[in-house]
């Protein structure tokens, strides 16, 4: 299915949407414990039209039926074992990972995963490993499957459910997700220096906000990558682009790249529009206003004097506008 994107120039187009992997629960599966589900309102709302879900429960497909009893993670943290919780000491470790094991082996081709939260197969972080005397060690953990998901791919951006409702997690996800999508789209279709070359001037202003150090330390490794490997120097790349995405942007970074655009239209605003310019962005930088208005300011007088280089930053536009992202920044 295609959905409709709009690009700074107002032209729309038609784009497959991108494939993300999701625990089966959360498009409102029966497939939980109980029988029931844990739907998510935003991944199958907003979401939806821009993601093609790949559904998986991996409790399911080791056989444990549906409804089943709870289970939890046992023993050392560092390893824990899969067992019924009414039953401790079970062991339900190899079945789970023999049937989890194929369905990772066929996951190259997604650009992110959505979790279901607390879960001992789904569970990012904070999973409870309990003990002999029954109690949890102090020690938390990620959930079997999502540990391996993690591992596989450990560029692939990865989130919980319930971390979405935060405004500024939700905001950074979606981001990975379309430049995990857009690098395998622009660079590995058709790998060449000249490809890396053009998505990192795309992606120059997004990565300044970001972190300054690794926009610069990207720029150095393209710039001296001549005569290295070209399969190497991807490689080196895609990881600290997006080890580099996955910090959050701060409101510093954010000002400091809204100074750099604003430096493009020097040539063609009067003092009072520039002066209206700086004014938001001040405010942007007190907190009174979010991220969404001093950037459409911008993008509307770079739509009128910006060059073609400065209006194909994805800075201006990491993901469709409709998703109203920057709203809540």
Same mark, same amino acid.
Not at 42 to 48: Q, R
Not at 139 to 142: L, M, V
Not at 312 to 315: D, S
């Given at each position: 299915m295609n959905s409709l994107i709009i690009d700074m120039q107002g032209h729309s187009q038609a784009a497959t949407k991108i494939p993300v992997g999701i625990?089966?629960?959360l498009l409102g599966d029966n497939v939980r414990y109980n029988g029931g589900h844990?739907? =998510?309102? &935003?991944?199958?709302?907003?979401? =939806?039209? &821009?993601?093609e879900y790949r559904r998986f429960c991996p409790e399911v497909a080791a056989g444990l039926g549906t409804p089943r009893p709870t289970i939890r993670l046992e023993g050392d943290p560092r390893s824990p074992r899969l067992a019924y919780s009414n039953q401790p000491g079970s062991d339900l470790s190899d079945a789970f990972m023999a049937a989890v094991e194929p369905y990772l082996a066929r996951l190259g081709e997604l650009d992110g995963y959505i979790l279901m939260k607390n879960s001992p197969s789904c569970?990012?972080?904070r999973i409870k490993v309990y003990q002999p005397n029954g109690y949890p060690h102090q020690?938390?953990?990620?959930g079997l499957f999502a540990e391996a998901l993690m591992k596989r791919y450990p560029q692939l951006p990865v989130e919980e459910a319930g971390r979405l409702n935060d405004p500024a997690l939700r905001e950074n996800f979606v981001l990975r997700v379309f430049a995990h999508h857009r690098f395998r789209q622009q660079v590995d279709s058709q790998l060449s220096y000249r490809a890396l070359l053009?998505?990192?001037s795309q992606y120059k202003y997004l990565l300044m906000a970001h972190s300054q150090a690794e926009y610069r330390a990207l720029g150095r490794l393209l710039g001296e990558s001549h005569g290295t490997s070209l399969t190497a120097v991807r490689d080196q790349y895609f990881s600290r682009l997006m080890t580099a995405l996955r910090r959050p942007a701060t409101r510093r970074n954010h000002c400091n790249v809204l100074m750099h655009l604003l430096g493009y239209l020097?040539?063609?605003l009067t003092g009072a529009l520039r002066q209206d310019l700086l004014t938001v962005i001040d405010q942007y930088r007190r907190g009174e206003v979010n991220l969404a208005t001093p950037l459409t300011l911008l993008c509307h007088y770079l739509r009128h004097y910006g060059s073609g280089y400065v209006q194909?930053?994805?800075?201006l536009e990491p993901y469709p506008a409709?998703?109203?992202l920057r709203n809540d920044l």
């Open positions: 625990s089966a629960c844990s739907r =998510s309102g &935003y991944c199958c709302g907003p979401l =939806s039209q &821009y993601f569970g990012m972080e020690q938390r953990r990620a053009d998505f990192h020097k040539r063609n194909g930053q994805r800075y409709a998703l109203g």
